[in-house]
């Protein structure tokens, strides 16, 4: 199963990613955790890359794609992955399908987990004061917000265009929303196979 999972910040695409590798036996892609563990480690990527994830900002295509390329041909991802946090505007979208094309491994789904702003809002106050990621203070997520709706957003709109996009609602317990996601998964399948 290749498997990418769209929605804002706060709307539970890492949580519900953790749960699914589990069940789908895949690993999860976090390009978000691949940048903090870069620039923890504080190696040339991380270096470049920390002011503009802690301002809320995207980080450059080329690295995330370079990023991306390197982490697609491991050899865990042979039976698929489940990607979160990537593509993340219409360009990367893109560079994404071009990627998994020369390597012969096009998507299975795309999943975006539906979350209203208010609720966002709330679910980062919380996991800003459990974790405290500069990104997630209260005025950044309103910049992080507003590079959703303008740049990210209309990626949802690409794989909608193609037949490819499953909304889910992404407000609830987390094993309904994960429920919710897996329905959507199989009933993806079931298309897929007539
Ligand atoms: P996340 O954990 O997915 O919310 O990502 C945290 C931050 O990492 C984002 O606000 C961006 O600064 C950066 N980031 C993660 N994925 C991407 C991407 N695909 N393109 C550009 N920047 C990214």
Redesign the pocket.
Known sequence: MRLVLLGP??SG??TQAARLKVELGVPHI???????AAVAAGTPTGLK?KA??????????D??LAM?EERLSQDDVKNGFIL??????VA?AEALGHLLAKIGQPLDAVVKLDVPDEVIIGRVEIRFKAEH?K?DDPVVVRD?LK?YAEQTAPVADFFAKRGQLQVVDGVGELDEVTARVKRALAQESAAANG
């Open positions: 910040p706060g695409k890492g976090s390009t978000g955790d691949m940048l903090r890359a503009v994830m802690d301002a809320g900002k995207l980080v450059s295509d690295i995330l991306l979160d946090g990537y593509p993340r505007n990367q990621r990104d992080r590079v």
